[in-house]
Each structure stands twice: as C-alpha cells, then as structure tokens.
C-alpha cells in the first residue's frame, strides 16, 4: 500500500522526535522550520525535502502535519502569504498536533473544506522520546471520515489513539488536562512552600500525601524539585501559562468562568514576569517560597 506523502512543519524537540519516526516506517516527507539544523537532519536521513513556503509544502503532500507553539503562529501558517490554505489539495487532510483554540480550530476546519479538504486536531500527550518510538497519546477530533483517511497514519505515532468526536474536541480535551495537570502542579508546590515555612519536613509531607488518594504523577515531580532539586517535567512554566489562558479563553467563549484556572494562571504569570517562564513548572515552588502577603 502506497504511503501518503506527509508535510511537516515545527521541527522542535515533539515534532523533529515525530518526523524521525514516520521516516523509519518509510515515509516520505516535506518539512519546515525556522531552525536549519532542524531541517538538515531530516534531510540527511534521506526521503524528505525541504519547501520554501507552507503553500509550496501544502502543493506536495496528502497530509500536512503542525507541531507548532500557538493558535497564532498556527493561523500565521495556514492563512499567511504563500500558506497552507493557498496550497493544499482536495482531499488533502490538515493536523494540527500542538495546544490550539479550539474555536480557532473550528475556523481554520471550516476553511479548509471550501477548498475540499479536511482537518484533525490531535493533540499529544507523553513526552518527545515518546513520539521517536511512535508511543504518544493522540486526542484526536474531526469527522469520521476525515479521521478514518489518516488513522492508519496517526497509530504509527501513537500506542493510544483517541478518537473524541467533532473538530476542536481533541484541543478542549488537551485543554482540560492540562487546566488539571497544572493546577495541581501548582497546588502541590504551594504545599510544600506553606509546609517549609511552617516547620513541617517536606520529605515528610510527601511520605505522608503520597500514601492516600492525593497521589499522582504531578505529585512526584512536585516532590522531585521541591524535595530532591531535581527539574524532570520537560514543560515550561511559559508553556503552561500559555495553555492556561487559552483554557480560559475557551470558558469565555462557553459563557462561563473557570475561577481555579484563574487562580492557577494568576501563578503562573507572576512566576513568568518573574523571570522564570524557561523553567519547568515545578519550579514555581521557588516562586512560592519568595511569596510574601
């Protein structure tokens, strides 16, 4: 069976790890990024070109991939001078793999299909050594039939692939895990900020949460930095301020308000203007031992 031509843009840590994957199954790809090394990897592993424009890309490829930062830098691409939107093919299908707004998303899908095309958004759980063994988590939205096309394409990048209903389901999906994920992350390095400053062991602390149902992952790392000084979450405080004010950003346009989430993104902030956005987000333990009232 004949493999779709695949158009990647974002070569960063997720997306160059990704591309390196589809081109050990035999694909052959069309790729982009600001960062020429990035590109001259890819290159040098054979079976992949570079293009001068996302339209060019778009003009190439069945499936155009995106791992890229924001909604923003995603709209700049499909709807900016020589852009995807320009170039792509009936029946060509679009995949936006990074943390979108999904009313955004819905916008870009709509586009797409005047010109006979589809869209998927598949956000990624997991972590980049993930995506270079083709074991992420994919969240993945957009009709069934558009979805069904590139399936086949989408479970050669991921062990779990998540099928969640109409396009922009899989971004509102990333979009509540990571308001959970981050939340607790800040709740938890709060703990042991109070807990220090009230003369209660941190290590001792995390013996004692860890036994009951206030156990998780997040909790682990937490304890990891605050604890032992070890940063081993690879997401950055930058990235989970963004994500929080996209999450908000989509409580608003529900006609709704997420208080938590504002609370969580207020930290947040401050830890960014802070200079401490480039840190992994356990780190804003040390913003909350600076906190004073």
Same mark, same amino acid.
């Given at each position: 069976?004949?493999?779709?031509?695949?158009?990647?843009?974002?070569?960063?840590?997720?997306?160059?790890?990704?591309?390196?994957?589809?081109? *050990?199954?035999?694909?052959?790809?069309?790729?982009?990024?600001?960062? %020429?090394?990035?590109?001259? +990897?890819?290159? /040098?592993?054979?079976?992949?070109?570079?293009?001068?424009?996302?339209?060019?890309?778009?003009?190439?490829?069945?499936?155009?991939?995106?791992?890229?930062?924001?909604?923003?830098?995603?709209?700049?691409?499909?709807?900016?001078?020589?852009?995807?939107?320009?170039?792509?093919?009936?029946?060509?299908?679009?995949?936006?793999?990074?943390?979108?707004?999904?009313?955004?998303?819905?916008?870009?899908?709509?586009?797409?299909?005047?010109?006979?095309?589809?869209?998927?958004?598949?956000?990624?759980?997991? +972590?980049?050594?993930? $995506?270079?063994?083709?074991?992420?988590?994919?969240?993945?939205?957009?009709?069934?039939?558009?979805?069904?096309?590139?399936?086949?394409?989408?479970?050669?990048?991921?062990?779990?692939?998540?099928?969640?209903?109409?396009?922009?389901?899989?971004?509102?999906?990333?979009?509540?895990? *990571?308001?959970?994920?981050?939340?607790?992350?800040?709740?938890?390095?709060?703990? &042991?900020?109070?807990?220090?400053?009230?003369?209660?062991?941190?290590?001792?602390?995390?013996?004692?949460?860890?036994?009951?149902?206030?156990?998780?992952? &997040?909790?682990?790392?937490?304890?990891?930095? $605050?604890?032992?000084?070890?940063?081993?979450?690879?997401?950055?405080?930058?990235?989970?301020? %963004?994500?929080?004010?996209? &999450?908000? %950003?989509?409580?608003?346009?529900?006609? +709704?308000?997420?208080?938590?989430?504002?609370?969580?993104?207020?930290?947040?902030? /401050?830890?960014?203007?802070?200079?401490?956005?480039?840190?992994?987000?356990?780190?804003?333990?040390?913003?909350?031992? %600076?906190?004073? $009232?």
């Amino acid at each position: 069976m004949i493999k779709p031509v695949i158009g990647f843009i974002g070569l960063g840590l997720m997306g160059g790890n990704m591309v390196e994957n589809l081109q *050990n199954r035999g694909y052959e790809l069309v790729v982009m990024d600001l960062n %020429k090394d990035a590109v001259a +990897t890819v290159l /040098a592993r054979g079976k992949a070109q570079e293009a001068a424009s996302p339209k060019e890309l778009a003009e190439k490829s069945d499936i155009v991939m995106l791992c890229l930062t924001t909604s923003e830098v995603v709209e700049k691409i499909v709807y900016g001078d020589n852009g995807v939107l320009a170039g792509i093919k009936e029946g060509a299908v679009l995949i936006d793999f990074g943390t979108s707004i999904p009313a955004s998303t819905r916008k870009i899908g709509a586009d797409l299909a005047k010109k006979g095309a589809g869209m998927v958004d598949a956000p990624l759980g997991r +972590t980049p050594a993930h $995506a270079k063994d083709g074991l992420l988590n994919i969240m993945a939205a957009g009709d069934k039939e558009t979805f069904e096309k590139v399936k086949p394409v989408l479970e050669d990048q991921g062990e779990n692939i998540f099928y969640l209903g109409a396009l922009g389901a899989g971004h509102v999906t990333k979009l509540i895990n *990571n308001f959970m994920g981050m939340t607790t992350v800040c709740t938890m390095s709060q703990a &042991f900020a109070v807990a220090d400053r009230a003369g209660v062991d941190r290590e001792q602390l995390y013996d004692i949460m860890s036994t009951g149902p206030s156990n998780s992952p &997040f909790m682990g790392f937490c304890k990891n930095y $605050a604890v032992d000084g070890v940063s081993d979450l690879g997401f950055s405080i930058n990235n989970a301020n %963004k994500d929080l004010g996209y &999450f908000l %950003k989509m409580a608003e346009d529900m006609g +709704t308000r997420a208080e938590i989430a504002e609370g969580t993104s207020h930290h947040l902030q /401050a830890a960014v203007d802070a200079g401490m956005g480039n840190g992994n987000v356990p780190e804003i333990f040390d913003y909350f031992m %600076k906190l004073e $009232a």
